[in-house]
């Protein structure tokens, strides 16, 4: 097999940088160049910005939400979805570049200082096999939180579950992205004040830093139907697609 290589070359027409390398087999060509994507001057760059990829994790996009806190202490508001929203979420794994969408991060790996503005502790929590199914989805308490606190979140064993992260994508806050991820085994998960979160589905044993000293913005799952003029909001928990 003889093998023609055309390699890049700069000539004074720009439009000659669209040439790339091609490869030909008995006048076939088996590799070709697509149109130019980026032009790229010499220079000094943050390497992240050369990723040839912008990426974003698998979510779920749901309009007309809508987050009605409750103020009354230790009593959940809710989070009104549209009927037809079947509570379906996609599963992805927690890289830096999936939790960069909602503003998180792997603190293992990631080069940044937080503030701290309340008192936080560190503490092992266990959710035993029969949490989800008793907890959430019988009891009805499964939901999305929001405080002005930080959490870290850090799985200590395998199959740990899932943990939710979403985000208001409009200046209205009625269109919610929401993600399921599954968190390394030792890997610690930054989640800043504000993030929309959930910890409702998670297995086994977590190291989890919370703070007692603010109020948690929890609102319970409910979808909206309208029945002889009347409106009823009726519970549902959430199910992952891998």
Not at 15 to 28: D, E, F, N, P, T
Not at 209 to 223: N, Q, Y
């Amino acid at each position: 097999m003889r093998i023609v290589q055309v390699r890049f070359f700069i000539p004074k027409n720009i439009v000659s940088v669209l040439r790339v390398r091609q490869r030909a087999y008995k006048s076939k060509f088996l590799l070709t160049g697509g149109e130019l994507a980026e032009d790229i001057l010499p220079g000094e760059y943050d390497l992240y910005k050369l990723a040839c990829c912008t990426i974003e994790p698998k979510h779920a996009k749901v309009k007309n939400v809508r987050w009605l806190p409750c103020f009354q202490p230790n009593v959940s508001g809710m989070c009104v979805f549209p009927p037809e929203f079947g509570g379906r979420i996609p599963v992805d794994i927690a890289t830096n570049e999936h939790l960069s969408y909602y503003g998180c991060c792997l603190a293992s790996s990631a080069q940044t200082k937080v503030s701290l503005f309340h008192r936080h502790c560190l503490q092992d929590f266990v959710y035993k096999e029969n949490y989800v199914q008793d907890y959430v989805k019988n009891d009805g308490h499964g939901g999305l939180e929001k405080h002005s606190f930080a959490h870290l979140d850090c799985p200590l064993g395998d199959n740990s579950g899932y943990f939710i992260l979403g985000r208001f994508v409009d200046k209205n806050n009625s269109e919610l992205h929401l993600t399921g991820f599954h968190i390394p085994t030792k890997h610690t998960l930054y989640v800043p004040p504000l993030t929309i979160h959930s910890n409702d589905y998670l297995k086994g044993t977590w190291r989890t830093m919370l703070s007692d000293e603010a109020s948690i913005d929890h609102v319970s799952l409910t979808h909206h139907h309208r029945l002889n003029g009347h409106d009823t909001y009726e519970h549902f928990t959430f199910e992952f697609v891998q």
